[in-house]
C-alpha cells in the first residue's frame, strides 16, 4: 500500500456539525480505507471503498472517492463527543504489501 | 469477531535485553502486521507477513525481527532493546493478501530503561 496524505491535520468543531477530512495519494489504486483511532476503543476500521466506486455510506458516515485527482473524503454528519478520535486513510494498490498509515486527522469535538 | 490479541498491556524491560512481543489472532487470516506508533509520527510499519514462515520488511525493520511458525501468531523480537524503542506497538491482521479490513490489538506499551 501507499502512504495516504491526510487534511487537516487538526480539526475542533462543534457537537451536532458536520466534520470532513480529505485525503490523498499518489498511485493508482485498488482501495482506499478509513480507521480511526480513539483512546477507548483502540484503532478500528471504518469503511472500504473500491476504486471502482464513487461514494458509499455507512451510517453517519460519507466517503467519497475520486480517482481522477486521487483523493478522498470522509464525513461525518450530525458529529458527537464520541467522534473525538483520529482518523487515518490507507490506500492499497491491491497487491501484497503491508498497509502505511499516514499522520491522520486529529478530530475533536467539542460540547 | 475477529479478535487480535497482544500479550501484554504494559511492559518494561531493560536496556541490551532480548523482548518479545507475541500477537494471536483467531480468524485464520493470512497476513499479520506489526507498527509502532509514537507521538508525531503516526504509525510505522516494522514488518508484516502474508503467510506461515514468510515475512516482509516494512518501513522501519531495523532493530526489529519476527517470527510467524504457525498462522495465528506473529512474534515481534527486539533483539537487544534500546531506550529508542520505547514506543506504542500494534499488531493486525487482514484476511487475504489483497488488502483487505486490518483488525488491531489493543498495544502494547513498551518502556525501555
Known amino acids: 500500500s501507499q502512504q495516504g496524505e491526510e487534511d487537516p491535520q487538526a480539526l475542533s468543531i462543534q457537537e451536532g456539525e458536520n466534520a470532513t477530512m480529505n485525503c490523498s495519494y499518489k498511485?493508482?489504486?485498488?482501495?482506499l480505507q478509513w480507521y480511526r483511532q480513539n483512546s477507548g476503543r483502540g484503532l478500528v476500521h471504518l469503511i472500504l471503498?473500491?476504486?471502482?466506486?464513487r461514494e458509499k455510506h455507512s451510517g453517519r458516515l460519507r466517503v467519497t472517492l475520486d480517482t481522477s485527482k486521487k483523493s478522498s473524503s470522509l464525513l461525518i454528519t450530525a458529529s458527537r463527543a464520541a467522534d473525538t478520535a483520529s482518523y487515518f486513510c490507507?490506500?492499497?494498490?491491491?497487491?501484497?504489501?503491508?498497509?502505511?498509515f499516514g499522520k491522520g486527522t486529529h478530530l475533536i469535538i467539542q460540547p | 469477531d475477529v479478535k487480535v490479541t497482544q500479550s501484554s498491556r504494559y511492559l518494561v524491560k531493560r536496556t541490551g535485553e532480548k523482548v518479545f512481543l507475541e500477537c494471536v489472532q483467531d480468524?485464520?487470516?493470512?497476513?499479520m502486521f506489526w507498527y509502532r506508533q509514537d507521538p508525531g509520527l503516526g504509525l510505522r510499519l516494522i514488518y508484516f507477513s502474508y503467510d506461515v514462515k514468510m515475512k516482509e520488511k516494512g518501513d522501519i525493520p531495523e532493530g526489529y525481527s519476527v517470527s510467524r511458525e504457525k498462522k495465528e501468531r506473529f512474534s515481534l523480537i527486539l533483539e537487544s532493546a534500546s531506550t529508542n524503542q520505547t514506543s506504542m506497538y500494534l499488531c493486525a491482521s487482514s484476511l487475504t493478501q489483497v488488502n483487505t479490513e486490518a483488525f488491531f490489538g489493543q498495544g502494547t506499551r513498551l518502556t525501555v530503561v
Open positions: 490507507v490506500s492499497s494498490g491491491g497487491g501484497a504489501d503491508g498497509l502505511t
Open positions: 471503498i473500491r476504486s471502482n466506486e
Open positions: 498511485t493508482s489504486i485498488n482501495n
Open positions: 480468524m485464520d487470516h493470512e497476513n
